[in-house]
């Protein structure tokens, strides 16, 4: 066996050895010293030191120290956030860094954080007391806080990089119309119902059955996403925004329609989406008079007016969701399909078919809806055709009066 030679720089060794252990003590001091400073008794002694600063020794007993958690018992959450984040009730330290700073006042003044603890807003993990395990992302975890840098890495739109948070406000004032604080997801409220997504989905229990029930779609993983299409971040969000954007992009047969929506209003409704979670509070935590979203009464007025009207057989039958019918006054909140006035002739250029035709063995949406959400007896499409054609003839009749009085003139 052949013998190892002594190294070729036997005085080179030792003082190349002696750096390596020096940079080894050293970093070793580095990363200790860094940890500690992560730790939570470095941020509650310089919270204290800070206290003494402003406010003298005496008021600096008052600072607590050792681990500290608000426990909830209603919703079963022991939130030790405060262990670091010192000091969210105290004033004076609005301007400093996190976690020492005051809290905004507004939302703890209506939500006592006895009651309600940290986590319920701001989601973390409560019972953590490591700032990357508080904070999540983490592993077994699925709701980190959702603050300033969640919205970053989002790319969040919206001027205020923190609204991801009022996905958790939404959990439980889901039945408010509007919750003061909550503007993105407001803004989303205000599109689903301007848009009609109830012509083909459930939300709180009303709605159509075209699509999937949304009342509590932001219970649904992540892996239960078809995420090949999507270039970039795969998660939940992410499919939703491009999903609103463009359904077909992700979904390439579905007949949810592409309603033109911006960067801005699909990451809002993206908001809203996850936010329709099962609320693991009890019910006198969640807000809203009845808990439930009724039509407004002037919704419920307008829809009984059309209902005796001459287009009465299209509101009764329900393609007034989608559907103005203008010629006989029916006019659609959504207006997702055509109006139906002129569809005798629109069939013909639009499917290459006639009315008749198009009714009997329709494709596209109506396909679906006739299939699944209005389903019509033989009979029954021998009257919608009818109609169709009544519609059709009044609008003609009113075109031709219209021409009339114009040419009078
Ligand atoms: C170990 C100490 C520690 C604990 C425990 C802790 N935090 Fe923090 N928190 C910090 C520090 C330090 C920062 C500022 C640096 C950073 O963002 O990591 C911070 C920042 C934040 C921010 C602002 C970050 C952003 O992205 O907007 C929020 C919100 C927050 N914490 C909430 C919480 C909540 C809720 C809990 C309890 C689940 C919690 N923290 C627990 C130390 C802590
Ligand atoms: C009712 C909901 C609610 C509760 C409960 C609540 N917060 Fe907040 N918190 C908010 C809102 C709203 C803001 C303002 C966010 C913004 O302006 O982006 C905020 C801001 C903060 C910030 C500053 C974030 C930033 O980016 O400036 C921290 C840190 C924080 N809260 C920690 C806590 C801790 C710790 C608790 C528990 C003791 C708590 N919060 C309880 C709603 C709440
Ligand atoms: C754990 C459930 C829960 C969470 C999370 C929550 N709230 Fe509330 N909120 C309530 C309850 C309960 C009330 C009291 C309602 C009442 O008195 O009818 C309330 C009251 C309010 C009010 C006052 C309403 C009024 O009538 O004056 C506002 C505004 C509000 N919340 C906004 C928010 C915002 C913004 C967030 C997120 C930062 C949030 N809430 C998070 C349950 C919650
Ligand atoms: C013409 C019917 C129609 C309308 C109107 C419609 N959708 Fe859809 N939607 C569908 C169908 C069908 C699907 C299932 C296929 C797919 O994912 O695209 C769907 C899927 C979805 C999904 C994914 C559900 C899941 O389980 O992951 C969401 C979220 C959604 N729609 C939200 C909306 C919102 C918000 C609106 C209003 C802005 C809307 N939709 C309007 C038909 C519709
Ligand atoms: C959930 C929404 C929805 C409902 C409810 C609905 N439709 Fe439609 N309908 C559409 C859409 C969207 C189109 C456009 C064609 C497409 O996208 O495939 C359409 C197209 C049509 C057309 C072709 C019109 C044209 O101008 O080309 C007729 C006719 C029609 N629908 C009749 C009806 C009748 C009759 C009812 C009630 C029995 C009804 N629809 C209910 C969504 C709906």
Redesign the pocket.
């Known amino acids: 066996m052949e013998k190892r030679t002594d190294s070729p720089y036997p005085r080179r060794d030792l003082p190349v050895l002696t750096a390596i252990g020096i940079l080894l003590v050293i970093s070793t001091i580095v990363f200790a010293v860094s940890d500690h400073r992560k730790d939570w008794r470095y941020y509650q002694a310089e919270f204290k030191r800070m206290v003494t600063e402003k406010y003298g020794a005496e008021k600096a007993t008052l600072v607590p120290s050792g681990m500290k958690q608000i426990w909830v018992a209603d919703m079963r959450r022991a939130d030790r956030c405060i262990t670091c984040h010192q000091g969210v009730l105290w004033k004076g330290f609005e301007t400093a860094d996190h976690p020492y700073k005051t809290h905004p006042v507004d939302p703890i003044r209506t939500h006592p954080i006895e009651k309600f603890g940290c986590t319920a807003c701001h989601g973390g993990q409560g019972y953590a007391v490591q700032s990357e395990e508080a904070h999540g992302p983490v592993r077994f975890w699925e709701e980190p806080v959702l603050g300033k840098s969640m919205g970053e890495s989002y790319s969040l739109a919206s001027d205020d990089k923190g609204a991801l948070l009022q996905m958790n406000c939404n959990v439980c004032h889901r039945f408010d119309r509007e919750t003061k604080g909550a503007d993105l997801i407001n803004h989303a409220k205000k ?2 119902r301007d ?3 109830r ?3 459930v939300v709180n229990s009303r709605g ?1 059955t ?3 029930d ?1 009342t509590f ?1 932001g219970d ?1 993983a992540a892996e ?2 078809d995420m090949s299409r999507l270039g970039g971040q795969k998660t939940a969000f992410a499919w ?1 925004v491009t ?2 954007k463009n ?1 077909k992009e ?2 390439p047969d ?4 592409n ?1 033109g ?1 911006g960067t801005k209003d699909a990451q809002a ?1 993206a908001a ?2 996850l936010s329709w979670r099962r609320a693991p509070v009890p019910v006198d935590y969640r807000p809203g008079v009845a808990r439930t979203d009724p039509q407004t009464p002037e919704e419920v007025a307008e829809e009984q007016k059309m209902k005796t009207g001459p287009g009465a057989w299209f509101v009764k039958t329900g393609c007034f969701i ?1 559907h103005s019918v203008s010629a006989l006054g029916v006019k659609s909140a ?1 207006q ?1 399909g055509p109006d139906l006035s002129t569809a005798v002739e629109d069939t013909q250029s639009r499917f290459g078919k006639t009315v008749d035709d198009f009714i009997k063995n329709p494709t596209g ?1 109506m396909s ?1 809806v006739l299939a699944r959400q209005i389903v019509l007896t033989d009979q029954e499409k021998d009257v919608a055709i009818q109609k169709l054609r009544e519609a059709y003839a009044e609008h003609q009749k009113q075109k031709a009066s219209n021409t009339a009085v114009a040419s009078s003139h």
């Open positions: 599109l689903v848009k009609g997504c012509a083909c989905h159509g075209i699509g999937p949304l779609v649904k239960q996403y939703h999903h609103f359904p992700v979904v579905t007949v949810m329609p309603f929506f409704l809203l989406m989608c959504a997702i949406t679906v």
